[in-house]
């Protein structure tokens, strides 16, 4: 079994930063794609950012310049920097993984989620 906890969630005012962090414990073999999502009320939760093996990372056209997803291999950690705020990022943000306990099984991961609020 798998767990992801998330933490860094809070509230901030429009221009203000917050990072998040994600880290995955358990039976861990290797892990491949990690990233987060978000999704506001009323609506999809929808990719934010994303990062793979590489250290790759792809991003939705609204946060790019603003978020940057980075990994720590060693901790099994993902982190979101997000700055320059918006309210429109207010969301719960969730961290997901791809991680395999062993070559052959690696299915998606979901973190509990973590609130982020933009005040204007």
Do not use: H
Request: glycine share 10%.
């Amino acid at each position: 079994q798998v767990q992801l906890v998330e933490s860094g969630g809070g509230l901030v005012q429009a221009g203000g930063s917050l990072r998040l962090s994600c880290t995955a414990s358990g039976s861990i073999f290797s892990i491949n794609v990690m990233g987060w999502y978000r999704q506001a009320p009323g609506k999809e939760r929808k990719l934010v950012a994303r990062i793979t093996l590489s250290d790759s990372g792809d991003y939705e056209d609204s946060v790019k310049g603003r978020f940057t997803i980075s990994r720590d291999f060693a901790k099994n950690t993902v982190y979101l920097q997000m700055n320059s705020l918006k309210p429109e990022d207010t969301a719960v943000y969730y961290c997901n993984a791809n991680v395999c306990s062993s070559r052959y099984a690696c299915p998606n991961y979901w973190g509990q989620g973590t609130q982020v609020t933009v005040s204007s």
